[in-house]
């Protein structure tokens, strides 16, 4: 397939369709809702929907994400995150190309069951990053250890009475 100037903003991603995790959105019959789903089944997806919109499109999904390419670049993320995408995604199969995976040259070897979405830099979606353990972990410590709890109690909640200002009536 040859280059064109569109593709220059396009970013990849590389993952797989979650299939333990529907999205149950109200699929309008709405204009805006039809034209979603017929950028969805085009390939690249474009900038005319609002995230409602994209939910609701036609093959509208999560897949656990584990790498991108974008400008020419790979990378992998830290840990794979949870990202809307349409449809099953393309195979990247034997033919590795600029193309389907964004780079000139890899000595990376892509497993048999990864897919690759195109989408355009601009594109709205919704990125989920999942955390798994107990309770304490991913709430407890997550949200009242560290930074949280003292900038909850730095004197936000200070105020003055009066005009005196001399810190008898703060609270």
Not at 99 to 117: H, L, P, Y
Request: glycine residues 10%; contains cysteine.
């Amino acid at each position: 397939m040859s280059e064109n100037l569109a593709r220059a903003s396009t970013i990849l991603l590389f993952g797989r369709v979650v299939e333990d995790i529907q999205i149950n959105a109200a699929r309008g019959s709405g204009a805006s809702a039809k034209r979603a789903a017929k950028s969805a089944s085009a390939g690249q997806q474009g900038v005319c929907c609002t995230l409602a919109d994209r939910v609701a499109a036609e093959g509208s999904c999560l897949a656990r994400i584990y790498a991108f390419s974008y400008e020419g670049h790979y990378y992998d993320l830290s840990k794979p995150a949870l990202i809307l995408v349409h449809g099953a995604g393309a195979e990247i199969g034997d033919a590795v190309t600029v193309e389907r995976i964004g780079s000139a040259a890899t000595g990376r070897a892509f497993a048999s069951d990864v897919r690759v979405w195109a989408y355009d830099k601009s594109d709205i979606s919704i990125r989920l990053d999942p955390e798994t353990g107990t309770f304490e972990q991913i709430l407890l410590d997550a949200e009242t250890t560290g930074e949280r709890v003292r900038i909850q109690y730095s004197g936000e909640r200070v105020r003055l009475r009066g005009d005196r200002g001399s810190g008898n009536d703060t609270r």
